[in-house]
């Protein structure tokens, strides 16, 4: 069964920057839109980014644009976030999730075939 960890996380001041991961072990991910999601308390999770199976098309949330590019290595089976310009409001669990993706919106996977991974905190504070 495919599983998908996150890592990368961590604490930064406002500005700084990081860069998540996000693995997929036992099988491949390559067939799969893949997404990354944020939640931060008392706030609806939120699409951040999201790149597609079949072309390589990038979507961001308008929150982000500008400051964070998705990227996958489908050889290496893993999806990466690289965020910049970080700031207070970024602060959320991250996690790498399948996508549905239906023109220029997206959402997480919701079949039974579809993964989640267990997140990883990201905290943007001076």
């Known amino acids: 069964q495919v599983q998908l960890v996150e890592s990368g996380g961590g604490s930064v001041q406002p500005g700084g920057s990081l860069r998540l991961s996000c693995a997929a072990s036992?099988?491949?991910?390559?067939?799969?839109?893949m997404g990354w999601f944020r939640q931060a308390p008392g706030k609806e999770r939120e699409g951040v980014a999201c790149i597609t199976s079949t072309d390589g098309r990038k979507l961001y949330a308008d929150s982000v644009k500008g400051r964070f590019t998705i990227s996958r290595d489908n050889a290496k089976e893993v999806v990466f976030l690289q965020m910049r310009d970080l700031k207070p409001e970024d602060t959320a669990v991250y996690y790498c999730a399948t996508a549905e993706v239906r023109g220029s919106t997206w959402s997480e996977g919701s079949t039974s075939y579809d993964l989640r991974g267990q997140g990883t905190q990201v905290t943007v504070a001076s």
């Open positions: 036992g099988g491949t991910i390559h067939y799969y839109s």
